[in-house]
């Protein structure tokens, strides 16, 4: 009886000690406690578009941000033979509730109202396509990854959990939730979740992507300017956009690629898929590209609408180049003012302000956002040039640069001033986005 007795105040010793040397291990550790494991906060940062809606089908409005979104789908009645000849028009909303999403806490419940309703039915279509229809809001955690293999790396698709949806016309709130704490790597930078609406035709995924914040302040070197390339054999314009640990790259083509820090001196411009060092006032990427640090020739040149009317097509026409004005001459277009004034060339905060066309439309589309540069690309358009380059953001002394619609005369119509707003209105068009800032015109 002693002996054993003896062994057990041995063992509860024992158990003493090593649970003091388990305590020392986790408090002292960095490895132990961080263990993969921290607190965080998301910031709202984009939402990436992923269409993939058939040619029975469009997308006739569309708008989505931090607070919500709406879309409208067209569906053709042709479509396997539903209703020949006849096209159901369907609306799908969503509304973040109680507060938007601009900021997200660790452990919190996001909730959205989710709601369809068919707006139109043309015989002899009448509920072919409202009644398969549904639409979800869905959690990262489980779902298919909406990410291109080498994007992954800087991808965590663990914090948001959970899912629900609604079928056919109606309305219903959603909840999913944030873990509490989240595991990471190094590069793990971008969490997301998921707007899905499902139609007969296909469907469309609105990803909401965040910057993680972890506990504690992260400290990035700044890199947001002017710089030139050497890609092409000479220096020629290129500009990096910094907010925090995101980059946004272009190159002097007028391409621009999102990019993430890997390290306190290596980048990575995940679109193009090639990463590069620091040195300094350079940036050497690993293809052999030299970035250094340019002059910045701040010259700002006007952005000037013209205006084309002729039969039943109509288009508003925004140029701030040459070539844009000759060939707005040449097809007979008529100067109606300056909209404001861009930028020549790629300045700190600016990103490019892109060309479009479509011929079957003979819509000329200028646009600085990849919202406005998906739906372009998705409904057919084809690049033309890089017209100037206009804030992402608003600074001081800007104006916003909108982005109105005419579904009736399919034409696109840049604005700056009051008069050209109220001439949009006046005219029909439907306000979508705001494609960047610009200085007034006066």
Same mark, same amino acid.
């Given at each position: 009886?002693?002996?054993?007795?003896?062994?057990?105040?041995?063992? =509860?010793?024992?158990?003493?000690?090593?649970?003091?040397?388990?305590?020392?291990?986790?408090?002292?550790?960095?490895?132990?406690?961080?263990?993969?494991?921290?607190?965080?906060?998301?910031?709202?940062?984009?939402?990436?578009? #992923?269409?993939?809606?058939?040619?029975?089908?469009?997308?006739?409005?569309?708008?989505?941000?931090?607070?919500?979104?709406?879309?409208?789908?067209?569906?053709?009645?042709?479509?396997?033979?539903?209703?020949?000849?006849?096209?159901?028009?369907?609306?799908?909303?969503?509304?973040?509730?109680?507060?938007?999403?601009?900021?997200?806490?660790?452990?919190?419940?996001?909730?959205?109202?989710?709601?369809?309703?068919?707006?139109?039915?043309?015989?002899?279509?009448?509920?072919?396509? #409202?009644?398969?229809?549904?639409?979800?809001?869905?959690?990262?955690?489980?779902?298919?990854?909406?990410?291109?293999?080498? %994007?992954?790396?800087?991808?965590? &698709?663990?914090?948001?959990?959970?899912?629900?949806?609604?079928? !056919?016309?109606?309305?219903?709130?959603?909840?999913?939730?944030?873990? %509490?704490?989240?595991?990471?790597? =190094?590069?793990?930078?971008?969490?997301?979740?998921?707007?899905?609406?499902?139609?007969?035709?296909?469907?469309?995924?609105?990803?909401?992507?965040?910057? #993680?914040?972890?506990? @504690?302040?992260?400290?990035?070197?700044?890199?947001? +300017?002017?710089? %030139?390339? &050497?890609? &092409?054999?000479?220096?020629?314009?290129?500009?990096?956009?910094?907010?925090?640990?995101?980059? /946004?790259?272009?190159?002097?083509?007028?391409?621009?690629?999102?990019?993430? $820090?890997?390290?306190?001196?290596?980048?990575?411009?995940?679109?193009?898929?090639?990463?590069?060092?620091?040195?300094? =006032?350079?940036?050497?990427?690993?293809?052999?590209?030299?970035?250094?640090?340019?002059?910045?020739?701040?010259?700002?040149?006007?952005?000037?609408?013209?205006?084309?009317?002729?039969?039943?097509?109509?288009?508003?026409?925004?140029?701030?180049?040459?070539? @844009?004005?000759?060939?707005?001459?040449?097809?007979?277009?008529?100067?109606?003012?300056?909209?404001?004034?861009?930028?020549?060339?790629?300045?700190?905060?600016?990103?490019?302000?892109?060309?479009?066309?479509?011929?079957?439309? !003979?819509?000329?589309?200028?646009?600085?956002?990849?919202?406005?540069? !998906?739906?372009?690309?998705?409904?057919?358009?084809?690049?033309?040039?890089?017209?100037?380059?206009?804030? =992402?953001?608003?600074?001081?002394?800007?104006?916003?640069?909108?982005?109105?619609?005419?579904?009736?005369?399919?034409?696109?119509?840049?604005?700056?001033?009051?008069?050209?707003?109220?001439?949009?209105?006046?005219?029909?068009?439907? $306000?979508? /986005?705001?494609? +960047?800032?610009?200085?007034?015109?006066?």
């Amino acid at each position: 009886m002693k002996k054993l007795k003896a062994t057990n105040k041995i063992f =509860s010793s024992m158990k003493f000690f090593i649970a003091i040397i388990l305590f020392s291990l986790f408090a002292f550790s960095g490895q132990l406690t961080v263990s993969g494991q921290s607190p965080y906060s998301l910031k709202f940062y984009k939402v990436r578009v #992923i269409n993939t809606i058939g040619k029975y089908a469009g997308i006739t409005s569309e708008h989505y941000d931090e607070n919500g979104g709406a879309v409208e789908i067209e569906e053709n009645g042709d479509f396997n033979g539903y209703c020949p000849g006849g096209l159901e028009r369907l609306r799908f909303t969503w509304s973040f509730m109680p507060v938007n999403i601009s900021q997200v806490s660790s452990n919190r419940v996001v909730s959205a109202r989710l709601d369809i309703k068919q707006l139109v039915a043309v015989k002899p279509c009448t509920n072919s396509f #409202i009644n398969r229809t549904e639409m979800w809001l869905a959690g990262s955690d489980g779902a298919i990854s909406p990410f291109a293999a080498e %994007e992954m790396p800087g991808i965590n &698709s663990g914090i948001f959990y959970e899912r629900g949806r609604i079928m !056919g016309e109606g309305t219903n709130i959603i909840n999913i939730t944030t873990r %509490e704490n989240a595991f990471f790597d =190094s590069k793990n930078n971008i969490a997301w979740f998921e707007i899905s609406i499902g139609t007969a035709t296909g469907s469309v995924r609105y990803i909401y992507m965040f910057d #993680i914040i972890r506990g @504690g302040q992260v400290s990035y070197a700044q890199i947001g +300017g002017a710089w %030139e390339s &050497s890609f &092409s054999g000479s220096w020629k314009a290129a500009s990096i956009r910094q907010e925090g640990n995101r980059l /946004w790259f272009t190159n002097e083509f007028g391409d621009v690629s999102e990019g993430i $820090f890997e390290s306190a001196t290596r980048v990575k411009a995940t679109k193009w898929n090639v990463a590069a060092t620091i040195q300094g =006032s350079n940036i050497i990427w690993d293809n052999g590209t030299t970035w250094r640090i340019r002059t910045v020739n701040a010259e700002r040149i006007p952005l000037k609408l013209y205006w084309f009317w002729g039969g039943s097509r109509g288009d508003n026409f925004t140029t701030a180049t040459a070539e @844009g004005e000759q060939a707005a001459s040449s097809s007979r277009y008529a100067f109606i003012r300056n909209e404001g004034y861009v930028f020549r060339t790629p300045q700190p905060g600016t990103v490019p302000l892109k060309l479009y066309y479509n011929a079957a439309r !003979g819509d000329n589309f200028t646009t600085a956002t990849s919202q406005g540069e !998906g739906a372009a690309q998705a409904a057919g358009y084809k690049f033309i040039r890089v017209e100037g380059y206009v804030y =992402s953001t608003q600074q001081p002394g800007t104006v916003p640069l909108k982005n109105y619609w005419s579904q009736a005369r399919g034409d696109n119509f840049s604005v700056a001033t009051a008069i050209g707003e109220r001439d949009a209105k006046n005219s029909g068009y439907q $306000f979508t /986005w705001i494609e +960047g800032y610009v200085f007034p015109a006066q």
